[in-house]
């Protein structure tokens, strides 16, 4: 199924829209969102890509993340997606975005204004296994070792963001 999502400039005014597919191989920059659940033991909630995914399938990543529809606010898309991914929804709190890009090496490119979004919840995770193979809490410490020994079972974007000392410190002082 076709998607339009929102192309914008470097200061996230939208500029247009382009169909999903078609963006991400020309690898213009777009809006994006991450969202970042914690329980109250701290921990955070990751899923596993599916295998099906366009990219990154099989790679841990942060609990959920994706594109607002045309019209929608990027909050609004951060928590339809949490629902459509882990069967939840959950207050978001915004801290400090970032631009970045990737090359997938499959013809597809990310370049994305991506929104990050902190939420906290202790609901058992009822995931989609359409978009998640595997999902588990893990606590901070823990994650940062196991990103060090085995960096490449993590999504670009997350290493991104969870090895940069300042993200890490506004993502664990929002939860």
């Known amino acids: 199924m076709s998607q339009e999502i929102i192309l914008v400039d470097k200061n996230d005014n939208q500029i247009g829209s382009g169909e999903k597919m078609d963006v991400h191989k020309k690898g213009l920059l777009h809006r994006a ?3 970042y659940v914690f329980n109250d033991k701290g921990e955070m909630l990751l899923q596993q890509r599916a295998l099906g995914k ?12 994706g594109h607002p529809y045309v019209g929608e606010t990027t909050e609004a898309g951060a928590r339809r997606r949490l629902e459509e991914e882990f069967g939840f929804d959950c207050g ?3 801290i400090p975005w970032l631009i970045y890009q990737v090359d997938f090496g499959n013809g597809l490119h ?3 204004f ?4 902190v939420g906290r919840k202790n609901a058992q995770p009822n995931p989609d296994p359409a978009e ?5 809490w893990i ?6 070792l196991d990103l060090q020994v085995r960096p490449e079972n ?3 974007w997350f290493k991104l963001i969870v090895q940069d000392p300042e993200k890490l410190k506004q993502l664990m002082e929002a939860k």
């Open 139 to 144: 606590a901070v410490p823990d994650l940062m």
């Open 114 to 117: 991506l929104h990050i979004y």
């Open 132 to 136: 998640i193979g595997d999902w588990k």
């Open 54 to 65: 366009y990219h990154s399938g099989g790679l841990w990543t942060n609990t959920c993340c």
């Open 154 to 156: 993590y999504t670009y």
């Open 110 to 112: 990310e370049h994305e």
């Open 92 to 94: 978001l709190t915004e």
């Open 33 to 35: 969102f991450s969202v």
